[in-house]
């Protein structure tokens, strides 16, 4: 039982030291591409970068010590991570802390539903998500997830849009106002040299080597160029009056979310957590001194259930608001391009254009302002005149916290955690799988999720975001030479070094060059050859697979809409297709085997039908088959005999059987023999349980062919050889023209 549930003691069969080499080997050289790739991933995730190492730290060990794959590389995705931003940008202010307990929140939830599922052999609702659905998705999703680094690749800011592409647009605009030149050579040199080695040698790390190079050049180069003034050096009319309503804003929006907060509590507290809260429009006169006021009121009259419920959905629309000024506020600050002069023997920063001809400008760099999620100190204002980079990253191990269980953003966030959960394991699975076909192992898809689920429910605990299995870096361990899942552990382990000793090193790590990072992930999520494959082996799918795509695209970053979409499509799809199973008429073929007519061109016998099922027969399509079954017999007035082959029909419910009964009665009573053939032992099975089946059992026969000799003669007793001069039931007999 141990054995079966710490499944990596499998791997230790037989193991020798020149085993814990390769794994060694191997466990480092995901580490050299796990470390720059999940910073990058963290902050596609809408985290500080570091946030990337403390999901890289404890959960790949974990999901390879509970897992059932030996070269499984779990940590930061960029699916996920692209998941995990669209499911908490539109509740919390990205990078706030608010957005980071959320965030290891979500972690906690997708673990909790994917060891649910494990636990429970729950493995198979994954399929749910149909080929088609995922290919178009992720063809999507990798779009949306290089198109989102953008910004950072040219070195522009730009607030999102309530939809990805007005994003990309606003980036494209602020391209066109100003872009830092040395930022999109680094991110654009970056990306080449990383394309060039790996098609050099893929098992280089080629990720590292870039990141490497592009520190040193940022460092030695003086690429960042930040200064630290106070508003007074700053001559612009507008900016102290924009920073005060700026700092006003941040403010506000910390003191309504933790009331929003205190207001859940206690109405859950009080309440029970089955209730639905009471919305309404929001107020316009909420201000900061009603806030405090409806605080003091929680903490007099938590009993006035009504009221708490009234403000629950009140603030809800109200936080939006206050985001959407938040917003516009920053970017109004962003858009400020300062030129540096000096006037009187002192440096003053004058807005781009307008320094005064007394004044000598002393440098051509653009200077902008730093503004992030928290309050701006105008003594302390942070000028940018250069590219951005990682920055400090704070050294040690994550610390270890409870996550704070909160059931309104649990209710809030459980759709995104579901479709997070069941992509996060089809991504893990899928690659688990193929090493699995080339190692020979054996792979538990149950345990596996067990794995993945644990992975972030112990993760959560050291502040790591979602995860789940890579497709790149498990291929990177198998080509290493990993032999069993210790190679994990040795990942982890490197990634605890790094973080106790390292980090100092990737405070000048360009942030275009992490842009350019996931720009080469994602490269191979881009399948347009598989779309154009699902088209041509069935069109629906490919539909489908197209319409999910356009979907998801155009309404990102609400992702979950486009699958949802494309599974109810599938549904709908497979239910059409059960609904109208095809019905084939025989005849003989010139392999000697009886086939479709109309789609070999053979004639049909004007005396003896044969008629085949292909698919169930069950309540939801009794009247199709029924009156396909009909319009048949309509077009041979000389029909006597008619056989129901029934190879095809794999599945038939108490509908489908009183339905067979019916049309035997109906067939019966025109004058027709009735004979059914090659039944599968289920549908025979089901037969035979309803003792009041008027089917004569000497009608039922094991094979066409026996049914054909038996039945042909009473068939053709007044055959007509001027109507027919050959039966297609005995010869081959081809369509004329």
């Not at 970017?331 to 006037?343: G, N, P, V």
């Not at 297609?728 to 081809?734: A, C, G, M, R, S």
């Amino acid at each position: 039982m141990l054995v079966s549930f710490f499944s990596f003691w499998r791997g230790f069969r037989g193991y020798r030291f020149q085993d814990l080499q390769a794994d060694l080997i191997a466990g480092v050289t995901v580490a050299l591409v796990l470390i720059p790739q999940s910073m990058a991933y963290a902050q596609l995730a809408g985290l500080p970068p570091y946030y990337g190492l403390y999901a890289s730290c404890i959960p790949p060990a974990i999901a390879a010590i509970f897992g059932s794959s030996r070269q499984l590389a779990t940590g930061p995705v960029a699916i996920v991570s692209l998941m995990t931003a669209a499911a908490l940008e539109p509740i919390a202010v990205t990078g706030s802390p608010e957005y980071i307990r959320l965030a290891i929140f979500l972690a906690l939830l997708v673990g909790l539903v994917q060891f649910s599922l494990g636990f429970f052999r729950l493995g198979f609702i994954v399929n749910f998500l149909s080929y088609p659905v995922i290919v178009g998705f992720t063809n999507a999703a990798a779009l949306i997830i290089a198109s989102s680094q953008l910004g950072k690749f040219l070195g522009v800011y730009a607030e999102k849009g309530d939809h990805h592409y007005e994003t990309v647009i606003r980036t494209v605009k602020a391209a066109f106002e100003y872009v830092y030149w040395p930022t999109l050579a680094l991110g654009f040199g970056a990306l080449l040299l990383m394309i060039a080695l790996k098609r050099l040698n893929p098992r280089l790390p080629y990720v590292l080597i870039a990141v490497a190079l592009a520190t040193v050049v940022s460092k030695y180069t003086g690429y960042q160029k930040d200064e630290i003034v106070s508003l007074d050096r700053i001559r612009h009319p507008q900016l102290a009056t924009l920073i005060e309503s700026f700092n006003h804003q941040v403010e506000k929006i910390r003191l309504i979310t933790e009331t929003r907060s205190e207001i859940a509590k206690r109405a859950v507290k009080k309440h029970g957590r089955g209730r639905p809260c009471l919305r309404c429009h929001p107020s316009k006169t909420l201000e900061r001194d009603v806030l405090r006021k409806r605080v003091e009121t929680l903490r007099l009259e938590p009993e006035k259930l009504m009221e708490l419920h009234f403000l629950a959905g009140v603030f809800d629309e109200y936080i939006k608001e206050e985001r959407h000024r938040f917003k516009e506020l920053r970017s109004r600050l962003r858009r400020i391009f300062l030129s540096r002069a000096e006037c009187g023997g002192e440096e003053f920063f004058f807005p781009r254009g307008g320094v005064p001809q007394e004044c000598r400008v002393l440098d051509d760099h653009v200077w902008r302002l730093k503004v992030g999620n928290e309050p701006l100190d105008p003594h302390r204002l942070i000028l940018v005149g250069g590219g951005e980079v990682v920055g400090t990253v704070p050294r040690g191990l994550p610390a270890f916290s409870k996550p704070s269980w909160d059931f309104e953003m649990a209710k809030k966030l459980l759709s995104a955690a579901l479709i997070i959960s069941l992509l996060g394991y089809m991504e893990a699975i899928s690659i688990a799988k193929a090493l699995a076909a080339r190692t020979g192992q054996k792979l538990d898809s149950n345990q596996e999720l067990i794995g993945q689920g644990l992975a972030n429910i112990v993760g959560s605990f050291f502040q790591s975001y979602p995860v789940s299995g890579s497709f790149s870096r498990s291929a990177v361990n198998y080509q290493a030479g990993a032999v069993s899942a210790l190679s994990s552990v040795f990942t982890s382990l490197c990634v605890v070094i790094t973080l106790l000793y390292f980090t100092p090193l990737l405070y000048h790590l360009p942030q275009s060059v992490l842009a350019a990072v996931v720009m080469i992930a994602v490269l191979g999520l881009v399948h347009v050859k598989e779309v154009k494959r699902i088209l041509r082996v069935f069109v629906p799918d490919g539909l489908i697979c197209i319409i999910t795509f356009v979907v998801t695209l155009y309404t990102a970053p609400h992702l979950d809409k486009g699958i949802f979409l494309g599974v109810l499509l599938s549904i709908a799809v497979f239910f059409y297709y059960k609904m109208r199973p095809s019905i084939a008429e025989l005849s003989l073929a010139p392999d000697g085997v009886y086939r479709d007519a109309k789609k070999n061109g053979l004639e049909l016998c004007n005396y003896m039908a044969v008629i085949r099922f292909n698919g169930p027969l069950f309540f939801a399509n009794l009247s199709y088959i029924e009156n396909e079954t009909l319009k048949i017999l309509r077009n041979f007035p000389r029909l006597r005999v008619i056989i129901f082959e029934c190879s095809g029909l794999n599945y038939i419910d108490a509908s489908g059987v009183r339905t067979l009964e019916l049309l035997v009665e109906r067939l019966s009573a025109g004058g027709f023999v009735v004979a059914f053939s090659s039944f599968n032992e289920r549908v025979a099975e089901t037969l035979e349980r309803d003792p009041h089946f008027i089917l004569d059992p000497g009608k039922i026969y094991a094979s066409l062919k026996e049914a054909i000799e038996d039945l042909w003669p009473l068939a053709h007793q007044y055959w007509d050889k001027r109507l027919e001069p050959r039966c297609p039931l005995k010869e081959v007999v081809k369509k004329r023209g």
